[in-house]
Nanobody
Framework: QVQLVESGGGLVQAGGSLRLSCAAS????????MGWFRQAPGKERVFVAG????????YHADSVKGRFTISRDNAKNTVYLQMNSLKPEDTAVYYC???????????????????WGQGTQVTVSS
């Protein structure tokens, strides 16, 4: 019902920046809280950042707080993750996810998200 496609990943040196995009089709994202998760090789997928359906509330994991910023443009049906001051430990596949909500809230719980993109690789070299 909702298709999500991530883009913007690539190779960057430590200290550099990347901007990930997640474009949605099938439904408008205005009723969905959105989240970014990442999975490093051999590790479990973890929460990175989330944003409420209106964009009025956001939350970032401690590991990225102050460096990453999640945002959304509902008119474009797109959510973004601006990543600054990248570190080698940020290397992972980054996934976009959508969570249907009737209230303007967000969740960090992976199992509460309804739709997932295929992921985009981010590699940070030292």
């Amino acid at each position: 019902q909702v298709q999500l496609v991530e883009s913007g990943g690539g190779l960057v040196q430590a200290g550099g920046s990347l901007r990930l995009s997640c474009a949605a089709s099938g439904r408008t994202l205005s009723s969905y809280a959105m989240g970014w998760f990442r999975q490093a090789p051999g590790k479990e997928r973890v929460f990175v950042a989330g944003i409420s359906r209106s964009g009025g509330t956001s939350y970032h994991a401690d590991s990225v707080k102050g460096r990453f910023t999640i945002s959304r443009d509902n008119a474009k049906n797109t959510v973004y993750l601006q990543m600054n001051s990248l570190k080698p430990e940020d290397t992972a596949v980054y996934y976009c996810a959508a969570d249907y909500r009737s209230l303007d809230i967000l969740t960090m719980v992976e199992k509460q998200y309804d739709y997932w993109g295929q992921g985009t690789q981010v590699t940070v070299s030292s």
